[in-house]
Protein backbone atom coordinates (compact mmCIF):
# COMPACT_ATOMS: atom_id res chain seq x y z
CA UNK A 1 0.00 0.00 0.00
CA UNK A 2 1.48 3.14 -0.66
CA UNK A 3 1.85 6.60 2.13
CA UNK A 4 -1.47 8.64 2.12
CA UNK A 5 -1.47 11.25 0.45
CA UNK A 6 -4.48 13.33 -0.79
CA UNK A 7 -4.86 16.44 -3.18
CA UNK A 8 -8.09 19.15 -2.05
CA UNK A 9 -8.99 21.16 -5.32
CA UNK A 10 -10.57 24.62 -4.22
CA UNK A 11 -11.02 27.57 -6.92
CA UNK A 12 -9.34 30.56 -6.45
CA UNK A 13 -11.93 33.80 -6.63
CA UNK A 14 -11.33 35.99 -9.44
CA UNK A 15 -8.50 34.23 -10.68
CA UNK A 16 -9.33 31.96 -13.51
CA UNK A 17 -6.11 30.34 -14.56
CA UNK A 18 -5.26 29.63 -10.72
CA UNK A 19 -5.91 26.59 -8.67
CA UNK A 20 -5.72 26.45 -4.68
CA UNK A 21 -4.09 22.53 -3.96
CA UNK A 22 -4.30 21.62 -0.36
CA UNK A 23 -1.67 18.67 -0.10
CA UNK A 24 -2.87 16.06 2.87
CA UNK A 25 -0.33 13.44 4.14
CA UNK A 26 3.20 12.56 3.56
CA UNK A 27 4.60 13.33 -0.05
CA UNK A 28 7.32 10.31 -0.40
CA UNK A 29 8.61 8.26 -3.10
CA UNK A 30 5.71 5.89 -3.14
CA UNK A 31 3.52 8.01 -5.00
CA UNK A 32 5.58 11.26 -6.35
CA UNK A 33 4.40 9.79 -9.62
CA UNK A 34 0.53 10.10 -9.06
CA UNK A 35 1.09 13.45 -7.67
CA UNK A 36 3.28 13.90 -10.72
CA UNK A 37 0.28 13.22 -12.95
CA UNK A 38 -2.43 14.64 -10.70
CA UNK A 39 -0.77 18.62 -10.84
CA UNK A 40 0.48 18.22 -14.76
CA UNK A 41 -3.13 17.32 -15.20
CA UNK A 42 -3.74 20.63 -13.72
CA UNK A 43 -1.47 22.82 -15.61
CA UNK A 44 -2.29 20.70 -18.96
CA UNK A 45 -6.17 22.11 -18.29
CA UNK A 46 -4.31 25.66 -18.38
CA UNK A 47 -4.51 26.32 -14.41
CA UNK A 48 -0.91 27.47 -14.76
CA UNK A 49 -0.79 29.12 -11.12
CA UNK A 50 -0.86 26.98 -8.64
CA UNK A 51 -0.99 27.46 -4.90
CA UNK A 52 0.20 24.69 -2.94
CA UNK A 53 -1.13 24.50 0.71
CA UNK A 54 0.99 22.12 3.13
CA UNK A 55 -0.52 22.90 6.28
CA UNK A 56 -1.35 19.21 6.40
CA UNK A 57 1.53 18.00 4.57
CA UNK A 58 3.31 16.57 7.53
CA UNK A 59 6.21 14.82 5.27
CA UNK A 60 8.51 15.15 2.47
CA UNK A 61 11.78 13.32 1.48
CA UNK A 62 14.39 13.88 -1.44
CA UNK A 63 12.07 12.58 -4.22
CA UNK A 64 8.83 14.61 -3.39
CA UNK A 65 10.95 18.11 -3.18
CA UNK A 66 12.21 16.77 -6.72
CA UNK A 67 8.69 17.22 -7.85
CA UNK A 68 8.27 20.18 -6.28
CA UNK A 69 11.17 21.89 -7.88
CA UNK A 70 9.98 20.35 -11.12
CA UNK A 71 6.18 21.73 -10.43
CA UNK A 72 8.00 24.92 -10.14
CA UNK A 73 10.30 24.46 -13.34
CA UNK A 74 7.02 23.43 -15.68
CA UNK A 75 5.26 26.61 -14.11
CA UNK A 76 7.60 29.27 -15.18
CA UNK A 77 8.24 27.41 -18.37
CA UNK A 78 4.49 28.14 -19.09
CA UNK A 79 4.36 31.78 -17.85
CA UNK A 80 2.58 30.65 -15.06
CA UNK A 81 3.57 29.97 -11.17
CA UNK A 82 3.83 26.69 -8.38
CA UNK A 83 4.13 29.17 -4.73
CA UNK A 84 4.12 27.19 -1.36
CA UNK A 85 2.33 28.19 1.88
CA UNK A 86 1.92 27.11 5.08
CA UNK A 87 5.27 24.84 5.35
CA UNK A 88 5.84 23.39 8.39
CA UNK A 89 9.12 23.54 10.23
CA UNK A 90 10.70 19.95 9.61
CA UNK A 91 9.84 20.35 6.08
CA UNK A 92 10.83 23.99 5.59
CA UNK A 93 14.19 22.22 7.01
CA UNK A 94 14.75 19.95 4.69
CA UNK A 95 13.71 21.70 1.89
CA UNK A 96 16.84 24.34 3.16
CA UNK A 97 19.12 21.52 3.82
CA UNK A 98 18.72 20.32 -0.13
CA UNK A 99 19.57 24.34 -0.92
CA UNK A 100 16.16 24.72 -2.24
CA UNK A 101 14.93 27.48 -0.49
CA UNK A 102 15.64 29.51 -3.50
CA UNK A 103 14.37 27.42 -6.36
CA UNK A 104 10.97 27.48 -4.40
CA UNK A 105 8.51 29.83 -4.19
CA UNK A 106 7.69 29.84 -0.33
CA UNK A 107 5.08 32.01 1.61
CA UNK A 108 4.03 31.70 5.23
CA UNK A 109 0.41 31.89 4.47
CA UNK A 110 -1.94 30.99 1.74
CA UNK A 111 -3.46 34.61 1.53
CA UNK A 112 -0.18 35.98 0.79
CA UNK A 113 0.38 33.48 -2.02
CA UNK A 114 -2.79 34.30 -3.60
CA UNK A 115 -1.98 37.92 -3.14
CA UNK A 116 1.33 37.78 -5.12
CA UNK A 117 -0.91 36.06 -7.91
CA UNK B 1 -12.25 -1.81 53.70
CA UNK B 2 -8.93 -3.77 53.36
CA UNK B 3 -6.10 -3.61 55.97
CA UNK B 4 -3.31 -1.28 54.25
CA UNK B 5 0.00 -3.28 54.06
CA UNK B 6 3.52 -2.41 52.44
CA UNK B 7 6.32 -4.50 52.17
CA UNK B 8 9.96 -3.61 50.92
CA UNK B 9 12.28 -6.11 48.83
CA UNK B 10 15.15 -5.15 46.81
CA UNK B 11 14.72 -5.89 42.86
CA UNK B 12 16.17 -9.32 41.95
CA UNK B 13 16.90 -7.53 38.88
CA UNK B 14 18.64 -4.65 39.22
CA UNK B 15 19.88 -4.56 43.06
CA UNK B 16 19.98 -0.44 42.90
CA UNK B 17 15.82 -0.73 42.87
CA UNK B 18 13.79 -1.16 45.74
CA UNK B 19 10.01 -1.85 45.50
CA UNK B 20 7.87 -1.12 48.00
CA UNK B 21 5.03 -2.89 47.72
CA UNK B 22 1.37 -1.07 48.61
CA UNK B 23 -2.11 -3.61 48.90
CA UNK B 24 -5.61 -2.45 50.57
CA UNK B 25 -6.70 0.86 50.95
CA UNK B 26 -5.38 4.11 51.72
CA UNK B 27 -6.90 6.11 53.94
CA UNK B 28 -5.66 9.15 55.85
CA UNK B 29 -5.34 6.82 59.03
CA UNK B 30 -2.90 4.85 56.81
CA UNK B 31 0.01 7.53 56.70
CA UNK B 32 1.88 6.52 59.69
CA UNK B 33 1.95 2.65 57.70
CA UNK B 34 3.10 4.89 54.52
CA UNK B 35 5.61 6.87 55.83
CA UNK B 36 7.26 3.76 57.86
CA UNK B 37 7.21 2.05 54.63
CA UNK B 38 8.97 4.96 53.20
CA UNK B 39 11.49 5.55 55.27
CA UNK B 40 12.47 0.97 55.50
CA UNK B 41 12.57 1.68 51.79
CA UNK B 42 15.20 4.45 51.99
CA UNK B 43 17.36 2.87 54.45
CA UNK B 44 18.17 0.29 51.43
CA UNK B 45 19.61 3.60 49.86
CA UNK B 46 17.87 2.88 46.70
CA UNK B 47 19.18 4.74 43.09
CA UNK B 48 15.57 4.13 42.19
CA UNK B 49 12.24 3.63 44.38
CA UNK B 50 9.09 1.72 42.47
CA UNK B 51 5.87 2.13 44.93
CA UNK B 52 4.21 -1.40 43.22
CA UNK B 53 0.36 -0.33 43.51
CA UNK B 54 -1.53 -3.22 42.03
CA UNK B 55 -3.29 -4.15 44.64
CA UNK B 56 -4.38 -1.18 46.02
CA UNK B 57 -7.92 -0.15 46.63
CA UNK B 58 -7.93 3.24 47.20
CA UNK B 59 -5.82 6.27 48.16
CA UNK B 60 -6.17 9.07 49.97
CA UNK B 61 -4.82 12.60 49.08
CA UNK B 62 -2.70 12.58 52.28
CA UNK B 63 -1.21 9.30 51.50
CA UNK B 64 -0.25 10.66 48.24
CA UNK B 65 1.04 14.03 49.51
CA UNK B 66 3.29 11.90 51.93
CA UNK B 67 4.49 9.83 48.77
CA UNK B 68 5.29 13.16 47.26
CA UNK B 69 7.21 13.63 50.24
CA UNK B 70 9.31 10.54 49.87
CA UNK B 71 10.04 11.35 45.96
CA UNK B 72 11.34 14.86 47.14
CA UNK B 73 13.83 12.57 49.88
CA UNK B 74 14.51 10.58 46.93
CA UNK B 75 15.28 13.21 44.41
CA UNK B 76 17.28 14.49 47.00
CA UNK B 77 19.71 11.69 47.29
CA UNK B 78 19.40 11.81 43.23
CA UNK B 79 17.16 9.18 42.52
CA UNK B 80 13.75 8.82 41.42
CA UNK B 81 10.56 7.65 43.50
CA UNK B 82 8.05 6.16 40.75
CA UNK B 83 4.59 4.19 40.67
CA UNK B 84 3.91 1.12 38.78
CA UNK B 85 0.66 -1.02 38.49
CA UNK B 86 -1.73 1.17 39.23
CA UNK B 87 -5.61 0.62 38.15
CA UNK B 88 -7.23 2.53 35.81
CA UNK B 89 -9.72 4.03 38.09
CA UNK B 90 -7.69 5.06 40.75
CA UNK B 91 -4.67 6.15 38.31
CA UNK B 92 -7.34 8.47 36.51
CA UNK B 93 -8.07 10.04 40.41
CA UNK B 94 -4.61 10.54 40.98
CA UNK B 95 -4.27 12.26 37.35
CA UNK B 96 -7.07 14.51 38.37
CA UNK B 97 -5.34 15.42 41.59
CA UNK B 98 -2.42 16.37 39.68
CA UNK B 99 0.00 13.29 40.74
CA UNK B 100 0.83 12.50 37.01
CA UNK B 101 2.73 15.93 37.25
CA UNK B 102 5.03 14.45 39.81
CA UNK B 103 5.11 11.12 39.61
CA UNK B 104 6.22 9.02 36.44
CA UNK B 105 3.51 5.59 36.11
CA UNK B 106 4.33 2.43 34.69
CA UNK B 107 2.35 -0.36 33.63
CA UNK B 108 4.52 -2.63 36.12
CA UNK B 109 7.40 -3.24 37.77
CA UNK B 110 9.21 -4.37 34.66
CA UNK B 111 8.51 -1.51 33.04
CA UNK B 112 9.86 0.88 35.42
CA UNK B 113 13.07 -1.52 35.85
CA UNK B 114 13.42 -0.91 32.41
CA UNK B 115 12.98 2.88 32.33
CA UNK B 116 15.72 3.09 34.53
CA UNK B 117 17.95 0.81 32.89
CA UNK B 118 17.00 2.84 29.91
CA UNK B 119 17.69 6.41 31.42
CA UNK B 120 20.44 5.49 34.19
CA UNK B 121 22.63 2.62 32.72
CA UNK B 122 21.62 4.11 29.39
CA UNK B 123 20.87 0.71 27.95
CA UNK B 124 20.71 0.71 23.93
CA UNK B 125 17.51 -0.79 22.60
CA UNK B 126 17.72 -2.83 19.15
CA UNK B 127 14.94 -3.03 16.14
CA UNK B 128 15.35 -5.60 13.75
CA UNK B 129 13.43 -5.79 10.44
CA UNK B 130 14.17 -7.54 7.16
CA UNK B 131 11.57 -6.42 4.50
CA UNK B 132 11.32 -7.35 0.58
CA UNK B 133 13.14 -4.92 -1.97
CA UNK B 134 10.17 -2.78 -2.88
CA UNK B 135 9.42 0.79 -2.20
CA UNK B 136 6.08 0.17 -0.18
CA UNK B 137 7.13 -0.99 2.66
CA UNK B 138 10.05 1.56 3.59
CA UNK B 139 7.22 4.13 4.81
CA UNK B 140 6.11 1.62 7.34
CA UNK B 141 9.46 0.89 8.39
CA UNK B 142 10.81 4.64 8.55
CA UNK B 143 7.09 5.20 10.59
CA UNK B 144 7.95 2.99 13.00
CA UNK B 145 11.29 4.02 13.62
CA UNK B 146 10.04 7.39 14.15
CA UNK B 147 7.91 6.36 16.96
CA UNK B 148 9.83 4.35 18.56
CA UNK B 149 12.48 7.17 18.62
CA UNK B 150 9.40 9.62 19.89
CA UNK B 151 8.69 7.06 22.88
CA UNK B 152 11.92 7.01 23.74
CA UNK B 153 11.52 10.75 24.43
CA UNK B 154 13.42 11.98 20.95
CA UNK B 155 11.59 15.40 20.48
CA UNK B 156 9.44 15.37 17.32
CA UNK B 157 12.18 17.32 14.80
CA UNK B 158 14.72 14.81 15.94
CA UNK B 159 12.17 12.01 15.13
CA UNK B 160 11.56 13.45 12.24
CA UNK B 161 15.40 13.57 11.28
CA UNK B 162 15.61 9.73 12.14
CA UNK B 163 12.27 9.27 9.88
CA UNK B 164 14.08 10.74 6.77
CA UNK B 165 17.44 9.11 7.20
CA UNK B 166 15.96 6.06 7.60
CA UNK B 167 13.57 6.66 4.36
CA UNK B 168 16.44 7.86 2.04
CA UNK B 169 18.56 4.85 2.69
CA UNK B 170 16.13 2.30 2.56
CA UNK B 171 14.72 3.67 -0.92
CA UNK B 172 17.98 3.78 -1.70
CA UNK B 173 18.35 0.17 -1.18
CA UNK B 174 14.96 -0.46 -2.83
CA UNK B 175 15.78 1.43 -5.98
CA UNK B 176 19.93 0.00 -6.37
CA UNK B 177 19.33 -3.10 -5.34
CA UNK B 178 20.98 -5.98 -7.91
CA UNK B 179 18.22 -6.27 -10.66
CA UNK B 180 16.21 -9.49 -9.82
CA UNK B 181 18.09 -10.14 -6.35
CA UNK B 182 15.38 -11.59 -3.84
CA UNK B 183 17.21 -10.87 -1.27
CA UNK B 184 15.56 -8.56 1.64
CA UNK B 185 16.70 -5.17 2.73
CA UNK B 186 17.92 -5.56 6.60
CA UNK B 187 17.48 -2.83 8.77
CA UNK B 188 18.91 -2.26 12.07
CA UNK B 189 18.04 0.27 14.52
CA UNK B 190 19.78 1.28 18.07
CA UNK B 191 18.78 3.83 19.97
CA UNK B 192 19.59 4.98 23.15
CA UNK B 193 19.75 8.28 24.95
CA UNK B 194 21.49 9.66 23.13
CA UNK B 195 22.05 8.77 20.10
CA UNK B 196 20.32 6.59 17.03
CA UNK B 197 22.67 4.24 14.68
CA UNK B 198 20.75 2.92 11.55
CA UNK B 199 22.35 0.51 9.51
CA UNK B 200 20.95 -0.78 6.18
CA UNK B 201 22.08 -3.68 4.65
CA UNK B 202 21.02 -4.59 0.47
CA UNK B 203 22.33 -6.38 -2.75
CA UNK B 204 23.48 -3.49 -4.68
CA UNK B 205 23.80 -2.82 -8.27
CA UNK B 206 27.42 -3.03 -9.11
CA UNK B 207 27.17 -0.23 -11.63
CA UNK B 208 25.06 1.88 -9.27
CA UNK B 209 27.65 1.46 -6.87
CA UNK B 210 29.94 4.07 -8.45
CA UNK B 211 27.31 6.31 -8.05
CA UNK B 212 27.21 5.94 -4.57
CA UNK B 213 31.30 5.84 -4.09
CA UNK B 214 31.17 9.09 -5.68
CA UNK B 215 28.82 10.50 -3.38
CA UNK B 216 30.92 9.24 -0.59
CA UNK B 217 33.92 10.89 -1.64
CA UNK B 218 34.97 13.79 1.26
CA UNK B 219 33.91 16.93 -0.14
CA UNK B 220 36.16 19.81 1.10
CA UNK B 221 34.08 22.77 -0.70
CA UNK B 222 32.14 24.98 1.70
CA UNK B 223 28.47 25.04 2.07
CA UNK B 224 28.09 28.03 0.39
CA UNK B 225 30.08 27.07 -2.64
CA UNK B 226 28.33 24.19 -3.56
CA UNK B 227 26.70 24.11 -6.45
CA UNK B 228 22.66 24.78 -5.79
CA UNK B 229 20.74 21.64 -7.11
CA UNK B 230 18.62 22.58 -10.56
CA UNK B 231 14.65 21.84 -10.96
CA UNK B 232 15.83 19.42 -13.39
CA UNK B 233 17.18 17.21 -11.08
CA UNK B 234 14.34 15.00 -9.47
CA UNK B 235 15.77 12.68 -7.67
CA UNK B 236 20.40 11.75 -6.26
CA UNK B 237 19.64 14.25 -3.21
CA UNK B 238 18.67 11.28 -1.14
CA UNK B 239 22.09 10.27 0.26
CA UNK B 240 23.62 13.75 0.32
CA UNK B 241 20.14 14.41 2.61
CA UNK B 242 21.28 12.18 5.16
CA UNK B 243 25.25 12.91 5.19
CA UNK B 244 23.73 16.24 5.91
CA UNK B 245 21.40 15.40 8.78
CA UNK B 246 23.63 12.62 10.00
CA UNK B 247 26.51 13.39 12.65
CA UNK B 248 27.89 10.30 11.08
CA UNK B 249 27.48 8.32 8.01
CA UNK B 250 29.66 5.80 6.35
CA UNK B 251 29.62 3.23 3.34
CA UNK B 252 30.69 -0.39 3.27
CA UNK B 253 31.43 -2.19 0.21
CA UNK B 254 31.90 -5.74 0.01
CA UNK B 255 31.37 -8.61 -2.78
CA UNK B 256 28.37 -9.57 -1.01
CA UNK B 257 26.23 -6.28 -0.85
CA UNK B 258 26.05 -2.31 0.80
CA UNK B 259 25.93 -1.48 4.16
CA UNK B 260 24.84 2.24 5.08
CA UNK B 261 25.47 3.41 8.65
CA UNK B 262 24.64 6.42 9.83
CA UNK B 263 24.83 7.85 13.29
CA UNK B 264 22.20 10.75 14.62
CA UNK B 265 23.39 12.18 17.91
CA UNK B 266 19.99 13.31 19.33
CA UNK B 267 19.98 17.29 19.52
CA UNK B 268 17.04 18.24 21.63
Same mark, same amino acid.
Given at each position: ?117 | ?35 ? @? ?26 ? &? ?9 ? !? ?11 ? $? ?34 ? !? ?18 ? /? ?33 ? &?????? !? ?9 ? !? ?15 ? $? ?8 ? $? ?21 ? /? ?8 ? @? ?8 ? $??
Amino acid at each position: MDTQIELVYEDIKGKNNAKLVRFIGDLDATNVESILDKVCNLFNEGFLNIVADFKKLRYVNSTGLGILLHFSKTAREKNGSFRIANVNENVYEIIEIIGATSLLDIYDEVDEAVAAL | MAQPRISVSQSDIVPQITILKFEGDFDTASISRVSG @GLRQALEHNPAFLVAEMSEVLSISSAVL &GELMGGRKAMV !ERGGHLVIAGLCL $EIKSKLTLMGAHKVFKFFNDVRSAINAYKWEYEGRA !EDLCLSFPPVLKFVPLVRQM /TSRLAKQKGYSGRDSFRIETIVDEICNNAVEHRRT &GSPDNV !ELSVRIDRKKV !EIRVVNESDPEKLRMLK $EIMKPDDTAP $EKRPAPTADQKRGRGLALVKMLS /TRFDVEFSEK @GTSVHATKLR $EE
